[in-house]
């Protein structure tokens, strides 16, 4: 796992959701498994995707229970299939049973996203387009989501607020124009960041390769816009492709990246994906 989502983040998330699920106590378990049962279980899944999130899975039962034993069977960013086997678990019954949820609520959505994205990624293979993320994620899991878009074979935009300069409509319309913001931006930010300016028509794009953007933002546009745009820009700035990406077919995604644009982002790859299923089985 990539040392920018190590250390104290994860076990904050892990932490904070571990104590919302057990609440004052696991009562069930309590109620109906002695102190000193030990099981051992089975991370089965149920439906073809791409793994992701088993260190997470094995960090839950260490700050639960160190002694419990995560066995990782397949490797992170790998392909997986209905009806493998890919992990297993073994220790005190009640602790994997306490942990079993958060577990799989992380080890599920992870996957969920790191399929979505490599089904993308795998819809505009061939072409210069990578496939990038987004902020709109869910509000205390942006690390690991966009972790899980890498494992998928995307890239991430920004991080946070801190991380880029992406002027969008609202800031345009705040400062006065494009070439207000981006002389701001120029004189206030530091010079290490890009700059990126959302544009939603020509006249945008013309004013902001003139006032010196690094990154255009084509959002909204037609495949034929999006086309002309890059040949209007001529290299001149990297252009991203946004607006509902996530919502066009594999071959419409395609005819996007066939445009010649530089990036896609998807919103969808985090703020809607589907879990992918899987499950933990105990053996009798």
Partial sequence: MN??????????????????????????T????????TVKGRYLAKEDGIMCGLDIVRRVFE???????????????????????????SGNAGNVLTGERVGLNLLQHMSGIATQTARAVDAVRGTRARIVDTRKTTPGLRVL??????????????????????????????????????AAARLNAPHSLKIEVETENFEQIDEALAAGADIIMLDNMTVEDMRKAVER???????EASGNMGDKTDKELRAVAETGVDLISIGALTHSVK???ISLKFEY
């Fill in 145 to 182: 989501e966009k972790y899980a878009v890498r494992a998928g074979g995307g890239s991430n935009h920004r991080f946070n607020l801190a991380d880029g300069i992406l002027i969008k409509d609202n800031h345009i319309a705040a400062a006065g124009g494009i070439a207000n913001a981006v």
């Fill in 275 to 277: 879990a992918l299923d």
């Fill in 63 to 89: 700050l639960l229970d160190p002694s419990i034993i995560f066995q990782a069977l397949v490797r992170e960013g790998s392909r997986i299939r209905k009806g493998d086997i890919i992990a297993s678990v």
């Fill in 30 to 37: 309590l109620s109906t498994v002695g102190a000193d049962r």
């Fill in 3 to 28: 040392n920018r989502i190590a250390g104290f983040e994860i076990d904050d998330i892990i932490r904070n959701a571990l104590k919302e699920d057990i609440g004052t106590g696991d009562i069930t």
């Fill in 233 to 239: 820009i001529k290299g001149r700035a990297m252009t």
